[in-house]
């Protein structure tokens, strides 16, 4: 899995039938700046993942990418390989706290 | 998923018979362009992709990747990795359309 | 999927036991020379793919990986994650021919 | 599968159900430096890993990726393509002993 | 699948049970130098692969990955993502040898 930044949404109507109705956002993958990791910077890549948990623009979400998109109750017999499993509430590394979702409109994270 | 731009096709007569009457795009997935996100631009790379929708050169489509690609009622015997399970409407980042397919002749996406 | 073409072969006779008798090629995946898109170039990768078809060295095929190799009826049961699909008669983008098998000797194709 | 350094962890709340109580690791997939091999040094990239072995900060473990994270008796049915299936001892290079767990305090692996 | 050169192995003793007893060896993929494709060169990469052909330290061997890796007889229920699928005795690049297992002492591959 990684951890990646919601920056948007795509509309599409004309699609695979079983797609109906799900909500597709747009998410940067990011990772720990070196050499320091002491905050995220943004990986510049771009993918497109299913959200079943509401997440929004700005919030970091755990991204799970391949056949294991699909062992959630609701993504079961999508066409799909990406899916946020999680909302991040917090980032830790050594004993540092690099992300905290609440604290977030202050952040200094590059590449935001 | 990934966001890629349909850019032509291929043409194979000698090939695995479940492959038969399959329609093969060429595309090329995109990013949004760093550290702006306000339009998208090409990653340079080049994929092949089943197509069941219709999508056309110069669509921008959704392509799923992997065992995933087999889930479609159309595809889940084919020896493929890499389908198209939309055709995409609108690219919506923060508060930004950076892509509405209506009025992509006269975008300015770079890389195109 | 990919287009890559095929540079030679590899031998192995101490292998899994499932795995003898097969072809194995050396394929290189090549990608739309960017900005122009109007000819194949390499990516420099070099990849082994297990062929039914009879590839040749020269030929540009089409090649799917991961569980969906094992996706023909010959490779079902192989430890495998490379599989030759298709062999690529023409490559068209946009309004061009970037490439068309008979025309291939007089190739101009960089990094060929 | 890769070796990575384990560096953090991360914590969510609101996630998938199956997720609920499940350990999760930032990890940081090392290799060798190259041309000499003698020491391990970061790729830089940050993957996030489900963990049962009770791995901390600081250790190198085995990471594997795609469906074959979910063959673990706990993993099974998680939505998870990551996972830590051992811990490191040491690794061995030609001749040499490029990482050992006990003596790593006095290690000088870069991007440490 | 990918050619790749033996550099060494990791032993962990705190492991998931299914993985006691495999052979862990450490392995660099390499591929064709450009343009000239006459020898092979290391990717700088490292991966770890399960071993059950005997391969040791300093031969080139073929590498298969993903759910792939759980097709053979050995490994078909442990959570592993790469395995060793043959020892590779050589390289055959259009009329050129450029790896052969008995000449390897003398050769001039780079990266090695």
Wanted: some cysteine; glycine content about 8%.
């Amino acid at each position: 899995m990684f951890v990646a930044k919601v920056t948007g949404s795509i509309v599409s109507t004309q699609k695979v039938d079983s797609m109906r109705g799900q909500k597709l956002l747009v998410v940067e993958p990011f990772r720990l700046e070196q050499p320091s990791r002491n905050q995220l910077t943004t990986t510049g890549r771009t993918f497109v993942a299913v959200d079943m948990l509401g997440a929004g623009v700005g919030d970091f979400v755990l991204i799970s990418q391949g056949s294991s998109a699909r062992f959630t109750p609701e993504t079961q017999k999508l066409p799909i390989d990406c899916v946020v499993i999680g909302i991040v509430d917090s980032v830790n590394i050594e004993k540092q706290t690099v992300y905290h979702r609440q604290s977030e409109e202050s952040s200094t994270a590059r590449g935001q």
